[in-house]
């Protein structure tokens, strides 16, 4: 079936021209695509079955999206002009311009004739049309809101546009009023009294702005926003317009209020405080990509997604500075590796530069007690991470190094040195020998024991070489104990 068809009133009375009321009702208050797609689609009826009646090919000749096309039959079936038989295939049906007549004379009749005869008395300028008085009475049944607070709306828009004031404008204005809880004439009152008690304000606001026109009505919209509903006093929003001075205008300052009002901070020291502690966050993150070899164009990303989450878990400037720097020293060139490593530290309460060094220092010495445990066994290969699994369990059951050194000593010469010595141990343990005198005493009864060496002190400053095994563990394991 094709896209669009005339409804049996229009093709009766033979409506493929354009009515005169379209001209004067419809066509002044349509954008352009709108037009193109109305009268395109008149084209069409004339010929529904045609091959070139399809969504497809009103989006080709008229260089429009699918979405774009919807969009303006929508928008026609709102003004009453077609109807919207099908949104999946899309199909619409084009209704008769002069049947919205009886739906106007039903409102003009009793009804609305007082409102009729003021809204008009506002535009003196021009004549409204049924379709201008069709927009109006749409909005009053939807929202019921009362008359005389309409004819307010209206007039203070046309004494600060002029007369030529479109009604589109208007009902914007009307429409955000009421969002704003305006209901009653009173409300209307105080509503345009702050408005024109805002002139001076608006004046300084864009003059920080940098900005040279006047503030317009939806700008004065903006501020009885700010400084009523979110609660902001001139100086507060002077502060942050000069932070968007000649950037963005009064879009952009409404932004950054509106980041202001989420972190609630509503006075100029509260601004000023979070401002900084944003700026310190900006440096930052240039310092850590700079330190792991990263560049970024834009640091917000850096900040929202990586920056703010490692404060907020209690890590130190200088603790992820020296994180980074461990990064680089091990081949992490990423921000995702670097969140992994801070993720670990975490884990083991390390926020701080000074825990995270003694977490390391922990480790390495742990390292130079399982590589001596090696030694003590005649073997010189690479501590493992098996290696480090079975040493943590041992420390569990009770052992301390002096015992595991012994042990080692029975366990040389022998294929896979850690798996042997966990069956030693494990018949030292259930045996309840614990100390190296009652593990040396226990194994010697079925093998002979060798000389033990004392495990080597800890250095304070950790090589490459030294982490270097120690960062890999870090990054391809969740679970490391000391």
């Excluded at 009453?80 to 084009?94: F, M």
């Amino acid at each position: 079936m094709g896209l669009c068809r005339m409804s049996r009133e229009g093709a009766k009375n033979g409506c493929v021209t354009l009515d005169n009321k379209f001209l004067t009702d419809y066509m002044p208050d349509a954008d352009d695509i709108q037009l193109k797609v109305y009268l395109y689609g008149l084209l069409r009826c004339s010929d529904p079955d045609s091959p070139d009646n399809t969504s497809a090919h009103f989006c080709n000749a008229l260089s429009i999206t699918p979405e774009q096309l919807s969009s303006a039959f929508e928008y026609w079936q709102s003004e009453g002009l077609v109807t919207v038989v099908s949104t999946s295939p899309l199909e619409v049906r084009y209704n008769a311009v002069k049947g919205l007549e009886d739906k106007l004379r039903y409102y003009r009749k009793g009804k609305y004739e007082e409102f009729n005869a003021q809204l008009q008395g506002l535009f003196p300028e021009r004549m409204l049309t049924g379709a201008d008085y069709e927009k109006y009475y749409e909005f009053l049944e939807t929202t019921r809101l009362p008359q005389e607070v309409m004819l307010m709306i209206a007039g203070y828009c046309v004494n600060y546009k002029g007369a030529n004031v479109r009604d589109k404008y208007v009902l914007a204005v009307a429409k955000a009023w009421y969002e704003e809880g305006i209901r009653t004439v009173q409300d209307a009152e105080d509503m345009i009294s702050n408005h024109e008690s805002s002139t001076e304000a608006m004046r300084l606001i864009s003059k920080s702005l940098g900005k040279k026109s006047e503030a317009d009505l939806d700008d004065k919209q903006l501020y009885i926003k700010w400084t009523k509903s979110w609660g902001f006093d001139l100086s507060g929003i002077l502060f942050a317009a000069k932070q968007c001075k000649k950037r963005g205008g009064m879009e952009r300052l409404d932004k950054v209020l509106d980041e202001y009002f989420t972190h609630n901070c509503l006075t100029v020291a509260d601004m000023q405080a979070y401002s900084d502690e944003k700026q310190s966050m900006y440096d930052l993150a240039k310092e850590v990509t700079r330190i792991i070899g990263v560049r970024y164009e834009n640091l917000e990303t850096v900040v929202s997604h990586y920056i703010c989450v490692w404060l907020s878990q209690g890590f130190d400037k200088d603790a992820l500075i020296l994180i980074a720097e461990y990064c680089f020293e091990n081949s992490i060139r990423s921000l995702g590796g670097m969140n992994a490593m801070t993720a670990k530290f975490y884990k083991q309460g390390c926020v701080t530069a000074d825990s995270i060094n003694d977490y390391i220092g922990q480790l390495v010495a742990r390292e130079k007690k399982i590589k001596k445990m090696l030694e003590t066994a005649a073997s010189s290969r690479m501590v493992t991470q098996n290696d480090r699994d079975a040493y943590a369990l041992w420390t569990d059951w009770g052992f301390d190094d002096e015992a595991i050194l012994v042990c080692a000593s029975f366990a040389q010469g022998k294929p896979q040195i850690t798996g042997y010595m966990t069956k030693l141990l494990t018949r030292c343990k259930e045996a309840k020998a614990f100390t190296a005198e009652e593990v040396r005493k226990l194994l010697s009864s079925s093998a002979p024991a060798a000389k033990t060496a004392e495990p080597g002190k800890l250095e304070r400053r950790y090589t490459k070489e030294e982490i270097g095994s120690l960062f890999g563990d870090l990054q391809n394991y969740d679970d490391i104990e000391i």
